[in-house]
C-alpha cells in the first residue's frame, strides 16, 4: 500500500480516465494517497485502460495487452474491492470501472471485514481531508456545482399539504416499494466518522441504515457491501430513519434509483456540501418549510434537526427582547425534507409548495448525459458508445450489453 503515491505516471492515466465521468476527482496529493492505497500498480494500469462503458474480458484483453488468464484475477480482485462492478448479462461477464464519487471511495467504508488490510483510520481521514480542501475550488465544486444535481432530497410524505400530492418518484416508500432487488448496507458517512473517533449525534446507527436498490444492490451483496432485506424490513427502517429526523436522499432520477440514504447533518457528506454553501447541491423537493411566527416562541428546538442547518433567528430581530424573537427558514438552502416538523412543540413549522420545482431528469443515462454536457464532457462518452456498438456489431462473437 502507497506505492503509487509518489509515482506521477502510474496514477495520472488512472486519474485522468476517472476524471471522463460526470463527476470526476480534482488531481492531488490526498487523491494521489487514495488511490494509491486502494489500487495495486496492476489494478491502476487495468483500471486506466477501461473504456467508458462496460466491457468483456474480452475487450478488456484487447485494451490492456493482458492475455485472459492473467487479467481474470486481477478483476476479480478489483470486483472484490468495490473497484469494478462485474455483471452477468445474456451468458457474459460484463467489467464496468466505477466512479470514485458516488462509487469506491464510498464502497470502501461500506462493509467491515476483519481480514481487511486497508489502514481505514488514514483513509477516513485523507477522505475526509479531501471533499474539504481547497474550498470551492476543489472536489466540492467537481460534486456540487453543476446545474444538474446528482441526488435530490425526498419529503416526508405524512407532511405534505392536504391540498398537495407527490408523485411516486418523490415518495421513498414508492420508491421502496417498486424497486426489483432491495438491500441494506453501513452509512458509509458514519463509517468513516466512527475512525476519526466521532459519531452521529442524532444517535443514528451506522449498521442497516442506508439501502441500495436494483441491479447495484445485486453487485454490492454478492461482493459482501450490503445484505439483501426484505420490504417489511426496509419500511421500518425507513420509519426508523423518520423518527431521528434523518433526510431521505436518493438519485435525482424518475425512474430506477440506486439508493436511498438517510442523511443527518454531522455525518453525511451530502449534506456537509450545502452546509459549505452549495446551497443547489441537493436537487430540493416540490416543497419548503415554513414557520408561523405567530406561534413560534423562539425555543430553538429546530435548530439542530435541521441537516442543513437553514434555520435561525428571522432577520432584523437580532437586536429585539427574546420573547419577541421567531425563528425563520432560508428558502434558498431549505431541501423541503420535513425533517424539521416533528421537533417543533408548538406546531408552527409547516410545508408549503415549493414556487417553480424542478423535475429530475427521466434515468440515470439523462441525468448524466446532461451533467457530462454541462461540463464539457459529453462527445468522449458518445464517441465510446458509437466505437463499442461498431466493433461488437463486426464481431458476431460479442454482444451488446
Known sequence: MGHLAGSKSSLIPLIDRLNQYPIGLVDNAHLREILSILFSPEEARVGAAFPLHEATLEELVERTGTPAEALAPVLESMADKGLVMDMDYAGHTYYLLVPGLIGFMEFTFMRRRADTELPLERLAQLMSEYLREQGRGGQPTEFFGSPTQLTRALVYDEHVPVNSRITSY???????????????????????????????????????????????????????????????????????????????????????????????????????????????????????????????????????VCNVKCIGLAEGLRGVARAQRYAAIDPAVCLGCAACLDACPQGAITLVARPDPATPPRDKGRMFARILWEKGRLWPFVRDRVGLGVRRLLDPGRRSG
Do not use: W
Request: proline residues 4%; negative net charge; glycine residues 8%.
Open 170 to 304: 418523490e415518495d421513498a416508500r414508492a420508491i421502496l416499494e417498486q424497486a426489483d432487488y432491495l438491500a441494506v448496507t453501513l452509512c458509509y458517512c458514519r463509517h468513516k466518522k466512527e475512525h476519526l473517533g466521532e459519531h452521529c449525534r442524532k444517535g443514528a446507527p451506522v449498521e442497516d441504515i442506508c439501502m441500495v436498490l436494483g441491479e447495484g444492490a445485486r453487485f454490492l451483496v454478492r461482493r459482501g457491501f450490503a445484505r439483501e432485506c426484505d420490504l417489511p424490513t426496509m419500511l421500518e427502517k425507513l420509519e426508523l430513519a423518520r423518527s431521528l429526523g434523518l433526510t431521505h436522499v436518493t438519485d435525482n432520477v424518475r425512474e430506477q434509483p440506486s439508493f436511498l440514504c438517510n442523511c443527518c447533518r454531522c455525518c453525511c457528506e451530502l449534506m456537509a456540501g450545502v452546509q459549505m454553501g452549495f446551497s443547489d447541491g441537493i436537487a430540493k423537493t416540490p416543497f419548503l418549510a415554513e414557520i408561523d411566527p405567530e406561534r413560534c416562541d423562539y425555543c430553538g428546538a429546530c435548530f439542530p
